[in-house]
C-alpha cells in the first residue's frame, strides 16, 4: 500500500488557499490554523491543548476541534498586547491593554462565537474558518521580559557651595572617573531618566552687630546630577530562528520627587536633551534579524540635561531651615517592551501574508 504524505502548509496562502471563500472540506485550512496557533503559542512560551494538537488532515473536522480552537484562542489572548487600542486614562496607568476574548469577538469580522452547528460545517462557504484567522491574525505581539544586556548609571553631588559651583560640581563628577558604572540585567528594565537638580541648602547666617561677616557666609546648595539607560544585547524568544520588531515604549514626563535635603519640589523643567523623546508616550520599534545578537539602546548614556533654576528656601531670622526648596531639570520615563512577530521573516502565519 502506497503511503499518502501530506504537505503541511506554511503560510496563510500556501497551496491556492484562498480565504476569501475558505473550503472547509479542505484539509489545508484548518491544518493552517492549528500551524498558526501553535505559532502564537510557541512566541507566549504556552502550551496547546491535546484538542488542538491532534488535529489531523486525516480527520474529518469536528465541532469538537473547531470548539477546542476558539476556546485555546481565548486562553492565548491575554498573552498578547492590543496595540491598536488608544482609549487610554490620561495619565495611562491602565497601560499596557493586553488582548481579551471578549475585545477580540468585537473586532469586525473576528465573531468567533459564530461557528457552524452539527450538521452545518460547510454553510456559509467558511466563513467560520475566516473569522478564526482573522482573530489570530490581532495576536503578534508578546511582552519582552527577559534581555540580557548592560544599565549605564551616572550619579555626581555636591553639598553646600554656592549653586553655581553646587550644579557644575555635580555634573562634573556625574561624567568623571569611574562613570558611568555598570551593571548587568537579565529582566528588561522598568524605567531610565537623566536629571539634574538643586537645594536651597542655607542661607547667611545674621550677623550681631558689631561682628564681621566671614568667607562662606552666603547662600548654599546641594548640586545633584542623577541618569540611567539601558543597552539592551540579547532578547528572549522562543521561535527559534525567527525575527522579530522589538518594539519599546516610554512613558516620558518632568522630573518628580524633591532633590535630597528639600522638602519640596519647587520646579520641575522638562528636557530629554538630544533623545528625541516628547512628553507623554513614545513608541520605538526596530527590526531585529538575531534575538541574540542586537544592540538597543534606551535612553542617553552621556547627557544629563544641566539644571538652571535657582531655588528659594524659606528660613527663620535666626537663618535656620523651615521648609526647604528644590528644582529639578530632565526627564523621568516608565518602560515597557514587546517582541511583534507581524514582520518580515516573523510569523510565517501573519496578517500581512
Known amino acids: 500500500m502506497a503511503l499518502i504524505e501530506y504537505e503541511m502548509p506554511d503560510s ?33 512560551h504556552v502550551s496547546l ?7 489531523s488532515p486525516w480527520k474529518t473536522v469536528s465541532l469538537k476541534a473547531v470548539e477546542a480552537v476558539i476556546r485555546e484562542i481565548s486562553y492565548l489572548a491575554p498573552n498578547f498586547f492590543n496595540d491598536k487600542f488608544s482609549e487610554y486614562k490620561e495619565d495611562w496607568s491602565d497601560f499596557p491593554k493586553m488582548w481579551t476574548y471578549r475585545d477580540l469577538i468585537l473586532e469586525d469580522g473576528c465573531e468567533l462565537y459564530r461557528f457552524a452547528h452539527y450538521g452545518q460545517l460547510l454553510e456559509n462557504g467558511g466563513d467560520w474558518l475566516r473569522t478564526i484567522r482573522n482573530a489570530l491574525d490581532k495576536l503578534h505581539i508578546v511582552r519582552c521580559s527577559e534581555a540580557r544586556g548592560t544599565t549605564y548609571s551616572r550619579s555626581g553631588s555636591k553639598h553646600d557651595p554656592p549653586f553655581d559651583e ?10 568623571g572617573e569611574g562613570m558611568p558604572s555598570e551593571s548587568k540585567f537579565t529582566r528588561m528594565p522598568s524605567e ?54 522589538f518594539r519599546t515604549y516610554s512613558l516620558v514626563t518632568n522630573p518628580t520627587g524633591p532633590v535630597p535635603y528639600s522638602q519640596e519640589l519647587a520646579t520641575s523643567v522638562f528636557d530629554t536633551g538630544d533623545t528625541g523623546l516628547d512628553e507623554g508616550m513614545n513608541e520605538e520599534s526596530t527590526h ?4 541574540l545578537d542586537m544592540d538597543v539602546t534606551i535612553g542617553d548614556i552621556d547627557t ?32 515597557w517592551a514587546f517582541l511583534d512577530y507581524n514582520c518580515e521573516n516573523g510569523f510565517k502565519f501573519k496578517e500581512d501574508d
Not at 553646587?166 to 561624567?175: D, P, Y
Open 192 to 245: 531610565f531618566y537623566a536629571w539634574s537638580g538643586n537645594t536651597h541648602w542655607k542661607c547667611p547666617q545674621p550677623l550681631e552687630e558689631g561682628q564681621e561677616d566671614w568667607e562662606g557666609n552666603v547662600d548654599g546648595y546641594c548640586g545633584y546630577a542623577q541618569s540611567r539607560a539601558h543597552r539592551v544585547r540579547k532578547v528572549r524568544s522562543w521561535l527559534a530562528g525567527r525575527e522579530l520588531d
Open 12 to 44: 496563510w496562502n500556501a497551496k491556492g488557499m484562498d480565504w476569501n471563500t475558505p473550503d472547509p472540506r479542505c484539509a489545508d485550512y484548518v491544518m493552517a490554523i492549528r500551524q498558526a496557533l501553535m505559532e502564537r503559542a510557541a512566541a507566549a
Open 304 to 335: 544629563i540635561p544641566k539644571n538652571e533654576v535657582v531655588p528659594t528656601s524659606d528660613f527663620d531670622d535666626k537663618g535656620s531651615a523651615i521648609h526647604r526648596r528644590s528644582a529639578k531639570r530632565g526627564y523621568t520615563a516608565k518602560l
Open 288 to 291: 531585529i534579524e538575531d534575538p
Open 49 to 55: 491543548s491535546r484538542d488542538v494538537v491532534c488535529i
Open 166 to 175: 553646587s550644579i557644575g560640581t555635580a555634573m562634573s563628577l556625574a561624567f
